[in-house]
């Protein structure tokens, strides 16, 4: 076992960069290289072995995503939870908005068409009620995500949204070509 895991230590330590020593159970001591943004783990198998790995996915810190790919997270996260389809999530709002939290369209005589889906107020307002969100914020984009997942559970897409479903759908804004 000692000589799978020196072996796989020596086929990764090209790749990495700093050193910890480490002492195997026969008591020969080895240095391991670590790379930047790993995390080294120990912990006890069923056996009693002691074991140390490392986690090669790299965490991802909030201050290291662009808003645009927070927002995908997001839109990933509540598709999940409402078990809908996240890509028709994201090319909705890619439609509505262009994924621009803060897109706005003054015409609707309500308010004004707001935020990454476009709601407009009276909608958001209805939608929350009967999903008994009452504390969601129509102009917070977090909560428009969770909504609108909410609400394609619920089948009211592409009712809804009408004009982007037929776009996507039919891959032309001409509306005489929508069936």
């Not at 080895?30 to 490392?54: C, D, H, Q, R």
């Not at 307002?125 to 559970?153: G, H």
């Not at 996507?168 to 070509?177: A, E």
Request: glycine share 4%; proline share 6%.
């Amino acid at each position: 076992m000692a000589k799978w895991l020196l072996v796989l230590f020596l086929l990764v330590s090209p790749l990495i960069s700093f050193g910890k020593i480490y002492e195997l159970p026969s008591g020969k001591k080895i240095t391991i290289e670590e790379p930047k943004n790993i995390i080294w783990k120990s912990f006890t198998l069923p056996s009693g072995m002691k074991y140390v790995a490392m986690q090669l996915i790299p965490i991802a810190r909030a201050a290291d995503l662009s808003l645009r790919e927070e927002i995908e997270l997001w839109i990933r996260q509540f598709a999940e939870k409402f078990n809908v389809s996240a890509e028709t999530l994201l090319a909705l709002a890619k439609c509505e908005s262009g994924i621009n939290p803060d897109a706005y369209n003054p015409k609707d005589p309500t308010g004004g068409a707001k935020g990454l889906f476009q709601y407009l107020k009276p909608t958001f307002n209805a939608f929350k009620k009967e999903a008994k969100m009452p504390d969601l914020n129509y102009e917070n984009w977090q909560n428009q995500i969770e909504l609108t997942a909410w609400a394609f559970s619920k089948g009211k897409y592409p009712k809804h949204w009408l004009n982007c479903a037929s776009y996507l759908k039919y891959k032309t804004w001409d509306k005489s070509q929508w069936h």
